[in-house]
């Protein structure tokens, strides 16, 4: 069964950091590449960043370049997502999940977990 729990979300004025966390179900963690996608209002959901099983690569929406980093931790089967210098523009609602394949990143799995809210205020 696919289990994804984000958390960690909140208000934040602009310029200020907040860490994500993801924990996944094993079945859902283990061995797969993680990613993290945003949905603004109004908006398509988005890639923001993905990180392959053992950590050793990842890669960045050029819009968080610089200012996010992901990474993973196998034992506790959860990924996180630490934003600095946060911007107007990130706030949106932030979802993980399984990486297919390919490029761009996309979702391995249909289902999503209820996402956590980032909002940055000016």
């Known amino acids: 069964q696919v289990q994804l729990v984000e958390s960690g979300g909140g208000l934040v004025q602009a310029g200020g950091s907040l860490r994500l966390s993801c924990a996944a179900s094993g079945r859902t963690f283990a061995g797969n590449t993680m990613g993290w996608f945003r949905q603004a209002p109004g908006k398509e959901r988005e890639f923001v960043a993905t990180?392959?099983?053992?950590?050793?690569?990842?890669s960045y929406a050029d819009s968080v370049k610089g200012r996010f980093t992901i990474s993973r931790d196998n034992a506790k089967n959860t990924v996180y997502l630490q934003m600095n210098s946060l911007k107007p523009e990130d706030t949106a609602v932030y979802y993980c999940n399984a990486i297919r394949n390919g490029v761009p990143p996309r979702p391995l799995y249909t289902y999503w977990g209820q996402g956590t809210q980032v909002t940055v205020s000016s």
């Open positions: 990180i392959n099983w053992s950590g050793s690569s990842t």
